[in-house]
């Protein structure tokens, strides 16, 4: 399930810069990534990282007043070059997205069918007939009984759990290449939350897509992703797979975050905690980001900005004190 | 730790009731109602930490609100020192509103936003008079200590402090009155992970130094299992599981605990399972289910469990679970 993928990357992200406010704001600050085929990639961070406007950059999803540079190479075009109609064969055709309040992510005035089935007619050539037996066969899939009845049904009639597998059907509907999870389960119990989770691992299988998955919580990232990509102010600061990252953080603040989840065995004792919060877009420290927080920083790290810098194929750390914190230890 | 129980809760029960309709009403049906908690008992013990867990829906913030009377119990009883809590009044009842003490859950609605600090603490303190007037701004600055927040930080405004900072303030205000129990609903849920991380040890310092007795409300098991001595398991409105934290996470008897706990994803990426822990959603609080409130989700569930309520029975020492099947045994841990 882990270890390097060696084919192709089917996304490949270069520098991906996301700016807000003529330049002001910097959301997304120099992001490179690659998505395998049939990968689940996570991206984890806490509450302005970055990590869901990265992931609404890749298809141009961010509100008018963003400025979104860099390259997203899909199937041998860049995503940010395409025009307008090229563009919409990709997004919610090839490349899909699932949101995290699935109740204001769907339209509430309008029935579930008819939702599916906008997507159907946006990107596939069935006709109404066709249509409808596969907006059934959708609502199969993501494990939504009664399909017949239920596509008349609309949102407010479906559980929060159901909502969002209707969502993933939408999604679904175009057949694509990769899908985009903005924390699909963030809003979601633990047991409706596993049963989402599980779909999402069974899709992917059963339709051979890649996944990006956007979530803070790095329990979801254990139990579900491949790989790994940890963000802080915008910036990714280490890479790899999901078990390379846990067994041996090399980011002061990926170690942090790990310490600051209880597991089995911390009962009662102190977590190891991160002091001190994220930093607003608006005052991001210089240097590296994570300095004023992190009980490793030197004077390097208040004057320059660590490069990611890759430590084998597919695993890559932004950080000037690296040998201590390996040294230090993985906190799980 | 001494088992001195400081709170019972017998057999309490919390109905709110929905709007009828006058058909409906005149046809003499009973009136419909979200069934909150449906017959909750435990016992509270001085120093402990009670980890209430449960998804939404299961009545765990009502239980909280009952336990220091912002809602009156329905049914049943809650004792605090053997005394029942819904027949205090006067000077008794203003002595129990001190020595139980509420933290909230929204860091962002529990506290006035048109008062500063300041004000937010020494009305606590002048409302319970826990100190002359004189005495109020030194005991301000010891609180603000208390929870790591700056003796400058009296003399700002809410919005001015981050979502930990604010639960800090929220926990000095509860601390203000020198309570012997907190109930704490979701006390760090709203918070970034790094971040919650300093309120839980915090809370833990607080608790070892001022001996307090804690009920920990919440959703998240890492959590509950971290900070927790016993834990209790929720689900419909009813505690279908209790015992020493240990001995639950390890070998749960109930299988809705086993679900949860099979749920919850661990931080250990080799531990990997594909399976579902369980199926199907939480039945409507208005309509519960015939006997056991689980059963239309449970794997293991006998017609028996479909007509007759379990009721908590001991399973191990200071270990109960309300389920038919005593020998639900769960081999493997869960860990």
Same mark, same amino acid.
């Given at each position: 399930?882990?270890?390097?993928?060696?084919?192709?990357?089917?996304?490949?992200?270069?520098?991906?810069?996301?700016?807000?406010?003529?330049?002001?704001?910097?959301?997304?600050?120099?992001?490179?990534?690659?998505?395998?085929?049939?990968?689940?990639?996570?991206?984890?961070?806490?509450?302005?990282?970055?990590?869901?406007?990265?992931?609404?950059?890749?298809?141009?999803?961010?509100?008018?007043?963003?400025?979104?540079?860099?390259?997203?190479?899909?199937?041998?075009?860049?995503?940010?070059?395409?025009?307008?109609?090229?563009? %919409?064969? #990709?997004?919610? +055709?090839?490349? /899909?997205?699932? @949101?995290?309040? *699935?109740?204001? &992510?769907?339209?509430?005035? !309008?029935?579930?069918?008819?939702?599916?089935?906008?997507?159907?007619?946006?990107?596939?050539?069935?006709?109404?007939?066709?249509?409808?037996?596969?907006?059934?066969?959708?609502?199969?899939?993501?494990?939504?009984?009664?399909?017949?009845?239920?596509?008349?049904?609309?949102?407010?009639?479906?559980?929060?759990?159901?909502?969002?597998?209707?969502?993933?059907?939408?999604?679904?509907?175009?057949?694509?290449?990769?899908?985009?999870?903005?924390?699909?389960?963030?809003?979601?119990?633990?047991?409706?939350?596993?049963?989402?989770?599980?779909?999402?691992?069974?899709?992917?299988?059963?339709?051979?897509?890649?996944?990006?998955?956007?979530?803070?919580?790095?329990?979801?990232?254990?139990?579900?992703?491949?790989?790994?990509?940890?963000?802080?102010?915008? %910036?990714? #600061?280490?890479? +790899?797979?999901? /078990?390379?990252? @846990?067994?041996? *953080?090399?980011? &002061?603040?990926?170690?942090? !975050?790990?310490?600051?989840?209880?597991?089995?065995?911390?009962?009662?004792?102190?977590?190891?905690?991160?002091?001190?919060?994220?930093?607003?877009?608006?005052?991001?420290?210089?240097?590296?980001?994570?300095?004023?927080?992190?009980?490793?920083?030197?004077?390097?790290?208040?004057?320059?900005?660590?490069?990611?810098?890759?430590?084998?194929?597919?695993?890559?750390?932004?950080?000037?004190?690296?040998?201590?914190?390996?040294?230090?230890?993985?906190?799980? | 730790?001494?088992?001195?129980?400081?709170?019972?809760?017998?057999?309490?029960?919390?109905?709110?009731?929905?709007?009828?309709?006058?058909?409906?009403?005149?046809?003499?049906?009973?009136?419909?109602?979200?069934?909150?908690?449906?017959?909750?008992?435990?016992?509270?013990?001085?120093?402990?930490?009670?980890?209430?867990?449960?998804?939404?829906?299961?009545?765990?913030?009502?239980?909280?609100?009952?336990?220091?009377?912002?809602?009156?119990?329905?049914?049943?009883?809650?004792?605090?020192?053997?005394?029942?809590?819904?027949?205090?009044?006067?000077?008794?009842?203003?002595?129990?509103?001190?020595?139980?003490?509420?933290?909230?859950?929204?860091?962002?609605?529990?506290?006035?936003?048109?008062?500063?600090?300041?004000?937010?603490?020494?009305?606590?303190?002048?409302?319970?008079?826990?100190?002359?007037?004189?005495?109020?701004?030194?005991?301000?600055?010891?609180?603000?200590?208390?929870?790591?927040?700056?003796?400058?930080?009296?003399?700002?405004?809410?919005?001015?402090?981050?979502?930990?900072?604010?639960?800090?303030?929220?926990?000095?205000?509860?601390?203000?009155?020198?309570?012997?129990?907190?109930?704490?609903?979701?006390?760090?849920?709203?918070?970034?992970?790094?971040?919650?991380?300093?309120?839980?040890?915090?809370?833990?310092?607080?608790?070892?130094?001022?001996?307090?007795?804690?009920?920990?409300?919440?959703?998240?098991?890492?959590?509950?299992?971290?900070?927790?001595?016993?834990?209790?398991?929720?689900?419909?409105?009813?505690?279908?599981?209790?015992?020493?934290?240990?001995?639950?996470?390890?070998?749960?008897?109930?299988?809705?605990?086993?679900?949860?706990?099979?749920?919850?994803?661990?931080?250990?990426?080799?531990?990997?399972?594909?399976?579902?822990?369980?199926?199907?959603?939480?039945?409507?609080?208005?309509?519960?289910?015939?006997?056991?409130?689980?059963?239309?989700?449970?794997?293991?569930?006998?017609?028996?469990?479909?007509?007759?309520?379990?009721?908590?029975?001991?399973?191990?020492?200071?270990?109960?679970?309300?389920?038919?099947?005593?020998?639900?045994?769960?081999?493997?841990?869960?860990?």
């Amino acid at each position: 399930m882990s270890g390097p993928k060696t084919t192709e990357p089917v996304l490949d992200v270069r520098n991906l810069t996301a700016t807000f406010g003529d330049g002001e704001l910097t959301a997304v600050n120099d992001v490179s990534f690659t998505v395998g085929s049939g990968e689940v990639l996570g991206l984890v961070g806490e509450s302005g990282s970055g990590k869901s406007v990265t992931l609404r950059s890749i298809i141009r999803l961010v509100p008018a007043s963003g400025d979104v540079s860099g390259e997203v190479r899909w199937q041998g075009q860049n995503i940010l070059a395409m025009r307008d109609a090229e563009l %919409r064969g #990709v997004r919610g +055709g090839q490349i /899909s997205m699932i @949101f995290q309040e *699935p109740m204001s &992510a769907l339209n509430p005035v !309008l029935p579930v069918f008819t939702q599916i089935e906008e997507n159907l007619k946006a990107h596939t050539d069935l006709d109404g007939n066709g249509r409808r037996a596969r907006a059934r066969e959708l609502m199969d899939m993501v494990g939504i009984p009664d399909a017949a009845r239920r596509l008349k049904e609309f949102p407010h009639q479906f559980s929060g759990g159901m909502r969002q597998r209707v969502m993933i059907a939408i999604a679904l509907a175009s057949n694509p290449r990769l899908l985009l999870a903005d924390e699909p389960t963030t809003a979601l119990d633990v047991t409706i939350q596993d049963q989402i989770l599980k779909l999402i691992l069974d899709l992917r299988d059963e339709l051979s897509m890649s996944v990006v998955l956007v979530t803070h919580d790095l329990g979801v990232v254990a139990a579900t992703c491949d790989r790994m990509a940890v963000m802080y102010a915008g %910036r990714i #600061v280490e890479t +790899g797979t999901v /078990s390379e990252v @846990f067994a041996q *953080p090399n980011h &002061a603040y990926t170690r942090g !975050l790990l310490g600051s989840v209880p597991h089995a065995g911390t009962e009662r004792s102190r977590l190891l905690s991160i002091d001190g919060t994220p930093p607003p877009l608006d005052r991001i420290p210089p240097g590296c980001a994570f300095n004023p927080r992190c009980e490793f920083a030197t004077d390097a790290c208040r004057a320059t900005v660590p490069p990611l810098q890759d430590l084998s194929p597919g695993r890559s750390v932004a950080c000037f004190n690296r040998d201590s914190v390996v040294a230090a230890g993985s906190p799980v | 730790m001494t088992q001195d129980v400081l709170i019972t809760a017998e057999d309490i029960g919390k109905h709110f009731p929905l709007p009828q309709g006058v058909v409906s009403r005149l046809s003499g049906r009973p009136a419909p109602a979200v069934h909150a908690l449906n017959g909750v008992s435990f016992q509270l013990r001085r120093g402990e930490t009670l980890g209430v867990v449960g998804e939404s829906g299961c009545g765990k913030s009502t239980l909280a609100r009952c336990l220091v009377r912002l809602h009156e119990c329905d049914e049943g009883r809650i004792l605090f020192e053997d005394q029942d809590i819904s027949a205090l009044s006067g000077t008794a009842r203003r002595a129990f509103n001190r020595r139980v003490q509420m933290i909230f859950q929204d860091p962002f609605g529990s506290l006035n936003p048109r008062m500063k600090v300041r004000s937010i603490l020494s009305e606590a303190l002048s409302v319970h008079k826990m100190r002359p007037a004189a005495d109020i701004p030194a005991r301000i600055a010891e609180l603000l200590d208390l929870v790591r927040l700056n003796p400058d930080a009296a003399d700002r405004y809410p919005h001015e402090f981050s979502g930990g900072q604010r639960q800090r303030i929220g926990i000095a205000r509860a601390l203000a009155v020198e309570p012997e129990v907190l109930v704490a609903d979701e006390l760090v849920s709203a918070l970034d992970v790094s971040v919650q991380a300093q309120v839980v040890n915090l809370l833990l310092d607080l608790q070892d130094k001022l001996h307090l007795t804690v009920v920990f409300v919440a959703h998240d098991l890492r959590l509950v299992r971290h900070i927790s001595h016993r834990v209790a398991v929720m689900y419909l409105g009813k505690v279908v599981e209790i015992g020493p934290t240990e001995d639950l996470f390890s070998a749960p008897r109930h299988p809705y605990t086993k679900a949860l706990l099979d749920a919850a994803p661990e931080l250990d990426p080799t531990r990997r399972s594909r399976t579902v822990a369980a199926r199907g959603e939480l039945p409507s609080p208005i309509n519960l289910p015939q006997g056991c409130l689980f059963h239309t989700r449970c794997p293991h569930a006998l017609d028996r469990c479909r007509t007759e309520r379990p009721a908590l029975t001991p399973r191990s020492p200071d270990h109960e679970a309300a389920c038919h099947l005593t020998e639900f045994g769960n081999p493997e841990t869960t860990t």
